[in-house]
Nanobody, 119 residues
């Protein structure tokens, strides 16, 4: 099986920064698109940023210019650098990956990491 493990969440003041990490392990042939989602209490989960195997990135409009997604293919890891954080961005952040472990790709989710932006 494939497992995704997120880390790097915590408490940060408004305007501060955090870097999230997600490591994929298990029966992996290759990883296609990976992304970060977030879900605040009482709200739907939304896509924050994604990155393809070729390095193409996409961001939700609200984080453009402040967040950067990157990947290290040798380590099967993606990162989300979050700068100038806002209180409304408090949420559980989840890693998602489209992984090829047999013939066709499957989507996997991590357990989530809590990010709290508060003074």
């Amino acid at each position: 099986q494939v497992q995704l493990v997120e880390s790097g969440g915590g408490l940060v003041q408004p305007g501060g920064s955090l870097r999230l990490s997600c490591v994929a392990s298990g029966s992996i042939v290759r990883i296609n698109t990976m992304g970060w989602y977030r879900q605040a209490p009482g709200k739907q989960r939304e896509l924050v940023a994604s990155i393809s195997s070729g390095g193409s990135t996409d961001y939700v409009d609200s984080v453009k210019g402040r967040f950067t997604i990157s990947r290290d293919n040798a380590k099967n890891t993606i990162y989300l650098q979050m700068n100038s954080l806002k209180p409304e961005e408090t949420a559980v952040y989840y890693c998602n990956a489209e992984v090829v472990s047999r013939i066709l790709p499957r989507s996997y989710w991590g357990q989530g990491t809590q990010v709290t932006v508060s003074s």
